[in-house]
């Protein structure tokens, strides 16, 4: 059995997940708690 990497479903996703985390890197980096990011993060993921 041969398994091919290339561009397919999962680089996808992690792309949009790069993006999502981005969000929460500004948030962090605009002064926001990380507590405040995680509860955020956990109430709409």
């Given at each position: 059995m041969?398994?091919?990497a290339g561009?397919?479903?999962a680089d996808?996703?992690?792309i949009?997940?790069?993006q999502v985390m981005g969000k929460?890197?500004?948030g962090w980096?605009?002064?926001?708690?990380i507590?405040?990011?995680v509860i955020i993060y956990l109430?709409?993921?």
């Open positions: 041969t398994v091919c561009f397919g479903m996808g996703i992690k949009k997940g790069d929460y890197l500004l980096i605009l002064g926001v708690p507590i405040v990011l109430l709409f993921n």
